[in-house]
Structures are given as C-alpha cells and as structure tokens.
C-alpha cells in the first residue's frame, strides 16, 4: 500500500492485521502508561490550556489513567475495553466497558459533556468518523473534543492507513477524521519540544459549534 494521506481513504484503510475481537485483545490488564512522563505531562497541560478540567469530562478510549491534572468539576467519565483498569482510574466517577468498534454509539444524552478526550488511541478506531459524529452530539455548544496521540501503538491492532504513514500523515489523518465527522476550526499542533528525544506528542482538537 503506497503512502496514504487524508483525503482518500482507500479500500483497506481500516483493515487491520488483527481483526479479531477487541475483547479478547484488551481482556488481560495492562496498568502501564502507553507514553513517557514528558507526553503525560504535554496531555495534561494542554487539557488544562483548553479547560477540560472545569467541567464534565468523558475520557474515550480510557484506562486506568486519564491524564487530568485535577478532578474535573462535573464529574468524569471513563469508556474503554478493560473494566479492571477501569475501576483503578482514581479521577473516575463513572465507568462504561463498550466496544467503539462494534457500537460506535456513545451510551450518553445529547450534550452531556462539556469536553471529550482521547488519548493515543484514535488510531484503533476502525469507523473513527461514526464515533466522532456521536461525540458532537454528546457535546455541549461550545465543547472541546481534544485528540491525542504518539508514535508508539499496538501495530496489530492500528488501522493500516495509520501505519502506512508518517507523523505528518497521522496529523492530517486526525484532522480529516474531525472535519469529517463535522468539526470546523480544528486545531492540530505538535506539543512537546521537536529536539527532545522523548516521546512526541501530537494533538487535534475543535469546539463543537
Ligand atoms: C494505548 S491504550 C490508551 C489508554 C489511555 N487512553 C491512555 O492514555 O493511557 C488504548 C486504549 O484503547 C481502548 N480501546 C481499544 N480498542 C477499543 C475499542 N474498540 N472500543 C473502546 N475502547 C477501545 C483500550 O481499552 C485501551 O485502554
């Protein structure tokens, strides 16, 4: 497959070389940080730049860490594969086990949140837009969708679109996904410092309108 960027999507973009369960794959727990203490630290300080801190937070994708470098005001609540890691997130007031790629439809009211959030893990999405639509409904006017994401993943079980290219490519991958899913104005940026030789931290966001 030749280099992808983010305005086609060819067949085999969402393939993935593991296309078994997602249950089976996340059902061993995995207390770690899928990046080091210098992307953890770019996550959370762009989540407090943005405010998502302020209000009601939904952490997708989540585990046992979300990053957050407070409790947020409204509560927070963590959706993700794994219940152990779950329930061990020390910020989280609510929990929801479900499988995005088999039900990309979010358990929640229209505009329940006022911030959703997803850390290094977008790229494991393989109907990423559905999701995204039904986090704009989720929103409150004026909310923040904010993507995170490294250079590091599960090869198995990333889009091969996403592993076909390279860090730029992923940026724009990112943004086609929100503009797609009908975000204006997103915003993508590298956050931590180009020459270091820690983990990049790479981030998408947009206000929903
Ligand atoms: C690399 S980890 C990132 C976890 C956390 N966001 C963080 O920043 O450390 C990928 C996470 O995506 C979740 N995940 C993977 N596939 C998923 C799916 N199909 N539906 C919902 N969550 C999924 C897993 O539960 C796992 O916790």
Redesign the pocket.
Known sequence: MGRMTADDWPPGFFDRRDGGD?ADF?LPPRFV??IDEGAVAAVAELYDELGVPDGSVL?L???W?S?LSSRPGDGLTV????RA?LEANPLADRVVV????VDPVLPFEDAAYDAVVC???ID??VDPVAVLRDVRRVLRPGGVVVLTFSNRC?PT?AVRGWLSTDEDGRVAIVRAYLERAGFADVTTALRTDRRSSGDPLYAAWARSG
């Open positions: 997602d996340y940080t899928h952490d994708m989540s585990s860490v990053h959706l993700g594969m794994n890691e479900q499988d995005l790629n850390c290094v893990s494991y999405l599960f079980k």
